[in-house]
């Protein structure tokens, strides 16, 4: 633990990096043909529609409103992941601080309005805060405001979607980067996926990286059933949402009406599964084609893994991630992990 007096000075103020993506029209929602995606990724949204079952990127749930009902579901009683990781950095920051080290290179990944991040600026003292999200616009108004109460903090904004892997410009120092992935997001990528992005990660790392990760643990069944599908309904608007999204995305004719949310944990495959369930027989169509889909057929909109303390080391390890680090809630609900990579930790070694 450090007290304020032994933290590092940082000196250096610089103006923030913008870098435009193509994406950078994507919230542009004012009806019509939607200007942010690409026509591969329409194609790929029809194609995920005509397999069987169908399915559809969990991405797509977040639209402008799509972005309102998360935010809202995150504070119903029933959906703790929100707040019990919010209470583990609030308890363990200081240990968190130590495991991390002063003056990181905090990799934000999936930044959006960057209050996890700030919550920890006060403890982490990073010297370079990147901010990386898909939504470059939302990212820039956040970064400004940060940018002008943290003023010795270099600030760098990427819009761009890691998921595929994240390109990090020369002036983000190699060394002591922190990769920081809250609020179980890791949870949307399957166990194949979840292991290439990890392992991209700490490709991407240079030398000496960390990360600091929050995951969503497996629990009794009723638990996790009850924060997919809670009692006001506001997973389900967050998931039929997903329609309306596809009908401005695709000029498609989803009636939201013909469908209802469905969430269940599948305890086989460790995994919430969210769908959405056709209510009646219907013809859905979009330019070019269309699909019946028979009465209690399912479009399968997410996966949201859940880890054990086991599962997740083995993720990490297998992903050349050495785990330090893991805190938890008292009911052990949820997760925030740090790990290192692994030559990270033998050179340590050589040096103690
Ligand atoms: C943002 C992917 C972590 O899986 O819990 C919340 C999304 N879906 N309620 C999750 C979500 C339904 C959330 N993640």
Same mark, same amino acid.
């Given at each position: 633990m450090w007290a304020d007096h032994e933290r590092k000075p940082m000196s250096i103020h610089s103006p923030l990096?913008?870098?435009?993506?193509?994406?950078?029209?994507?919230?542009?929602?004012?009806?019509?043909?939607?200007? =942010?995606?690409?026509?591969?990724?329409? $194609? #790929?949204?029809?194609? +995920?529609? %005509?397999s069987s079952?169908?399915? /559809?990127?969990?991405?797509?749930?977040?639209?402008?409103?799509?972005?309102?009902?998360f935010e809202s579901l995150c504070l119903l009683p029933e959906y703790y992941p929100t707040r019990t990781e919010a209470a583990i950095f609030l308890a363990h920051r200081h240990d968190i601080a130590r495991a991390a080290g002063p003056?990181?290179?905090?990799?934000?990944? =999936?930044?959006?309005?960057?209050?996890? $991040? #700030?919550?920890?600026? +006060?403890? %982490?003292?990073?010297?370079?805060? /990147?901010?990386?999200?898909?939504?470059?616009?939302f990212l820039r108004d956040a970064l400004d405001r940060l940018q002008s109460c943290h003023p010795d903090i270099r600030m760098t904004a990427l819009g761009q979607d890691f998921s595929q892997g994240l390109h990090l410009p020369q002036e983000v120092p190699a060394d002591?980067?922190?990769?920081?992935?809250?609020?179980?997001?890791?949870?949307?990528?399957?166990?194949d996926d979840a292991h290439r992005f990890l392992s991209g990660l700490r490709q991407s790392g240079g030398r000496q990286a960390s990360l600091l990760l929050g995951v969503d643990l497996v629990k009794e069944p009723e638990v996790l059933n009850a924060a997919y599908d809670d009692a006001l309904g506001l997973t389900a608007a967050f998931n039929l949402n997903l329609l309306r999204n596809?009908?401005?995305?695709?000029?498609?004719?989803?009636?939201?009406?013909?469908?209802?949310?469905?969430?269940?944990?599948?305890?086989?495959?460790?995994?919430?599964?969210?769908?959405?369930?056709?209510?009646?027989?219907?013809?859905?169509?979009w330019p070019g084609s269309s699909r019946r889909f028979a009465e209690g057929e399912r479009i399968h909109t997410e996966s949201s893994y859940k880890y054990t303390r086991a599962s997740l080391a083995a993720l990490l390890e297998g992903a050349g991630w050495q785990p330090t680090d893991f805190w938890t809630d008292p009911a052990g609900w949820f997760a925030v992990v740090h790990a290192r990579t692994q030559t990270a930790v033998s050179l340590q070694k050589d040096v103690a």
């Open positions: 990096v913008r870098q435009h993506s193509a994406d950078d029209c994507a919230n542009d929602q004012g009806g019509g043909i939607a200007a =942010g995606q690409s026509d591969a990724e329409r $194609a #790929e949204i029809r194609r +995920g529609l %005509l079952p169908a399915q /559809v990127s969990p991405k797509y749930l977040y639209d402008t409103l799509g972005s309102k009902l003056g990181a290179v905090l990799v934000d990944l =999936g930044a959006g309005n960057c209050a996890k $991040a #700030e919550s920890l600026f +006060g403890v %982490l003292a990073p010297r370079h805060y /990147v901010a990386v999200d898909i939504s470059a616009d002591n980067r922190l990769f920081f992935y809250p609020g179980s997001s890791l949870g949307n990528f399957g166990p596809l009908n401005r995305l695709l000029q498609a004719d989803f009636d939201v009406r013909d469908w209802t949310h469905v969430a269940f944990f599948n305890e086989q495959k460790s995994r919430i599964e969210m769908h959405l369930q056709a209510r009646r027989a219907v013809l859905v169509r």
